[in-house]
């Protein structure tokens, strides 16, 4: 569940940012327009992310396309048929599509952006994003066992993403035929429902396998008109593997003691019981040992700066990550300098002092945006995710979490912002030259009447 919760707040997050980037633009009157500024600033805003994003595209108010900044052959074309358009001019509200097939070839999302001229609706803006980018980043990664993945449905029972080959853009419903055991589960996530739930199928990855119990939880994620379901599944099989294996082991351990618990009682039983448990011991302290190998490696390797701080703001344990994101040569100086209450850490006292409020009413704060000064000074844009630990009695212990380095994104959007700023200062210009010349015509035309002479200006 924690799986699929973070996918969906990730994924609400990621078209929530983009909504507000588009609704900047289309704000404008170069891009309600359609003027060449207009176009010059949505191919700024594609080169700025055509790693993410497959096209920015302008329509007019039939549903035809009057800009697209990856083929302009498809100027012109009358899209109006496909069912997220539709939805578009019908209600003139921000509509995401489902993943469909876009004119240009490849499997897309469409995020489209209503324009409106007071309250004439002019069309809208809108961009193409590659699903697989959306997918790999918030679910190709999930993995629970060999065969435990994640997909997703739209709220027309429509698969988005799956890992089986062939399934996605069909019927949930057709390619489950045959497994009646799922269609509580799916009426279920149609309705926009969070839970748990076992179904069984008998496919892993486009192969036939032998008939196997799932287990499943689904969350929803919720996308302005519309919503997904997030599924994350694990085979029970592999869910209870390390449970029999122990089992298995234990009933080994306790007949071994019982046979030789009845042949031997004397000194040498007892030193052959030491030695097997000091081998059993050293066993385990390797396996210890590895495993908290393994864990600082990641730990130590993440691209997120990672952290825990004492309750006094103290930071105890950080990762090479987070050093680099502070500014500091090495852990140990970020240990002696940081501490995560420090208004020279903070550019903002005021936010500073409402993610302390946040914490007082919460244990976990996602994605919050802030500036921090760097231990040079240079001030950079960081998205805080932070939780609150506690013991078994409720008592608070510390916090953890990561931080991510945004300022990349933040200064192109500053950028844009700029550039619409420029924008509308040489229209209020151009309005106001405009104004003049018509009041000085007037003038000329009264003088000329004075004289007795004919108009010169109409």
């Known amino acids: ?133 959306v997918a790999k980043r918030y679910l190709a990664d999930i993995r629970i066992g060999k065969t435990g993945h994640a997909w997703v449905v739209s709220r027309d029972g429509i698969e988005l993403y799956s890992p089986e080959p062939g399934f996605v853009g069909k019927s949930v419903v057709e390619n489950l035929k045959g497994f009646p055991s799922f269609t509580p589960m799916l009426n279920e996530m149609l309705k926009g429902h969070q839970g748990y739930a076992t179904y069984q199928f008998d496919q892993a990855s486009g192969q036939k396998i032998k008939l196997a119990t799932k287990l499943a939880v689904y969350t929803p994620v919720h996308l302005k008109n519309t919503f997904w379901s997030i599924v994350v599944v694990s085979n029970r099989d592999e869910a209870l593997q390390s449970l029999v294996s122990f089992r298995n082991r234990l009933i080994l351990i306790i007949l071994v003691f019982f046979i030789f618990g009845m042949i031997f009682i004397t000194i040498g039983t007892k030193a052959w019981l030491i030695v097997k448990e000091e081998d059993k011991r050293k066993k385990a302290e390797a396996m210890l040992k590895e495993s908290v190998e393994q864990y600082h490696k990641i730990y130590d390797n993440a691209l997120e700066g990672m952290f825990q701080v004492s309750l006094e703001g103290k930071c105890f344990k950080a990762n090479r990550a987070l050093a680099k994101i502070m500014g500091h040569d090495s852990i140990d100086a970020v240990f002696a300098s940081t501490r995560f209450n420090d208004d020279q850490l903070w550019v903002d006292s005021a936010e500073k002092n409402r993610y302390i409020k946040l914490f007082n009413e919460q244990d976990v704060i996602l994605e919050f945006e802030t500036q921090f000064r760097k231990v040079n000074g240079e001030i950079i844009w960081v998205s805080l995710n932070t939780k609150l630990l506690r013991d078994e009695n409720g008592n608070k212990l510390h916090y953890e979490g ?46 000329l009447e004075e004289l007795n002479r004919d108009k010169k200006y109409n």
């Open 1 to 133: 569940m924690v799986h699929a919760k973070v996918a969906a707040r990730g994924i609400e997050g990621y078209f929530t940012n983009w909504i507000g980037v588009l609704d900047a633009l289309s704000k404008t009157d170069d891009i309600s327009n359609n003027t060449p500024d207009g176009i010059h600033l949505m191919k700024l805003l594609y080169e700025a992310h055509r790693n993410e994003i497959i096209s920015i595209t302008r329509l007019n108010e039939k549903g035809i396309i009057t800009y697209s900044s990856s083929n302009s052959k498809i100027i012109g074309s009358d899209i109006s048929t496909q069912k997220h358009i539709q939805e578009l001019l019908k209600y003139h509200q921000t509509t995401i599509s489902d993943v469909f097939t876009t004119v240009e070839g490849g499997k897309s999302i469409a995020l489209l952006v209503p324009i409106f001229q007071g309250t004439n609706f002019k069309g809208s803006i809108g961009i193409l994003i590659n699903f697989e980018t």
């Open 402 to 447: 990561f931080i991510l380095d945004i300022t990349e994104r933040k200064e192109n959007e500053l950028t844009i912002k700029k550039k619409m700023e420029e924008l509308q200062w040489h229209y209020d210009i151009a309005i106001n030259r405009e104004l003049k010349m018509v009041e000085l015509k007037k003038e000329i035309n009264s003088l």
